[in-house]
């Protein structure tokens, strides 16, 4: 039996609750879970941070998860912990299914006890989680049997607050980055269907990519109460964001605005080619994940 730590971030998410719920009828594991609450996102990473390399060795794996994701059985936690435990490395990082694009993730992060968390200390005290990738270990992208969901019962704030964070991360972004096909999928689904989940997640897109003018982004990093969030949605209709989101809807595909036509072009040819390498990069994925499956399976059978 497992024992784990779950180290959740937490700025309001409804979900929370049902989460706390779920983690305790996890079976062949024990949790602990620990909450970081109400922080700036910065602050938040920092937390997290100061927790992990504060564990006690004595925990198997050491979970980040974030409030609005839900394990999507009673034994996902486990079957986790299993394939940390198989692939013998550090760090594991997991897709999830993210309800906001409808697509895969990456989104869970396991670190293992193999080498002491103390082991991970800094020098500085990191802000972000991009630290995170840096520790020995394997990301495993596949797109079946995926064992936890992301955006469950989100809030409208958290919905602008995604979007925030995918167009942040993607305007410095290479055209074969994963972000920007993320990127593509919320534009695509606005496009699709203008519902007022698909516009607010869009908004924040934009946010992030810089397009709402005159519109100060610094303001979502923060962490805000349902009355100031408010205050946030009346505060961008005064930047006239009807107009660019307009404009920005009707792009054939989004693409940043430095670069001139031949450039949006060859932006383009790569964003298609790179779409179907992640596609090939899928089904290998989904290979490595059914060969992990099998083996520990193998490995709990009688014959074994």
Known sequence: MYKVKIITCYCGEPSLNILTKKLKRQKNVIIDQHVIQNLSLADANSEFYRCLVGTNNAYDFVFKMDADMLPKSDESIFDACEIANNINKTRLTLPVLDLYTKSSIFGIHIISNKISYSKHTMEMIPTNDRWIKEIDGRSLWHTKNILFYHGVLSSEEQMLRFGY????????????????????????????????????????????????????????????????????????????????????????????????????????????????????????????????????????????
Not at 184 to 202: C, G, M
Not at 291 to 298: D, F, L, P, Q, S
Request: positive net charge; proline residues 1%.
């Open 165 to 304: 964070q995918r167009g942040s991360k993607v305007k410095d972004a290479k055209a074969n980055h994963a972000h920007w096909q993320t990127a593509q999928l919320i534009h695509k689904n606005f496009k699709r269907k203008s519902n007022r989940k698909n516009k607010i997640v869009f908004i924040g897109l934009l946010i992030g990519l810089n397009q709402i003018k005159g519109f100060d982004a610094k303001s979502l990093n923060k962490n805000k109460s349902d009355s100031k969030f408010f205050e946030l949605l009346l505060d961008l209709e005064k930047f006239n964001v009807q107009s660019q989101i307009i404009n920005m809807k009707k792009r054939f595909f989004l693409y940043p605005d430095k670069l001139n036509l031949a450039f949006r072009i060859v932006f383009f040819v790569s964003l298609h080619m790179n779409f179907y390498i992640r596609k090939i990069h899928s089904c290998v994925g989904n290979f490595k994940h059914q060969r992990i499956v099998k083996k520990m399976n193998a490995g709990k059978s009688p014959e074994a």
